[in-house]
């Protein structure tokens, strides 16, 4: 009689000792979720953030590349103005 209410007490510890355990862990592994998913979150708006980078950037190369086409045009008549005015 006192082994069976033993063993009932023990299956009865093994049980509520594992269950504790699986509580635990799940409530790390939703912590550590949680916790990856702020990070990717974070991530996401950085790599907006640099798309939007990127945009301001290629516009203004754009610009860039625009004004000196208009300085070469505008150097190419100033050196034809010049070969003209010489060869006078």
């Known amino acids: 009689m006192i082994s069976a209410v033993?063993?009932?007490?023990?299956?009865?510890q093994g049980i509520t000792n594992n269950k504790r355990t699986q509580r635990a862990e799940n409530?790390?592994?939703?912590g550590d979720m949680t916790t990856v998913i702020v990070k990717l979150e974070s991530i996401g708006a950085s790599i907006i953030?640099?798309?939007?980078?990127?945009?301001?950037n290629q516009l203004e190369t754009r610009?860039?590349?625009e004004r000196l086409?208009?300085?070469?045009e505008s150097l190419k008549?100033?050196?034809r103005k010049l070969?003209?005015?010489?060869?006078?």
């Not at 033993?6 to 009865?12: C, E, G, I, K, N």
């Not at 409530?27 to 939703?30: C, I, N, Q, W, Y």
């Not at 953030?49 to 301001?56: I, T």
Request: hydrophobic share 45%; proline share 0%.
């Open 83 to 88: 070969d003209h005015i010489s060869k006078e």
């Open 63 to 65: 610009g860039n590349l």
């Open 49 to 56: 953030e640099l798309r939007s980078e990127m945009k301001s």
């Open 6 to 12: 033993s063993l009932a007490f023990a299956l009865y």
């Open 77 to 79: 008549a100033a050196w």
């Open 69 to 72: 086409i208009k300085a070469e």
């Open 27 to 30: 409530m790390k592994d939703a």
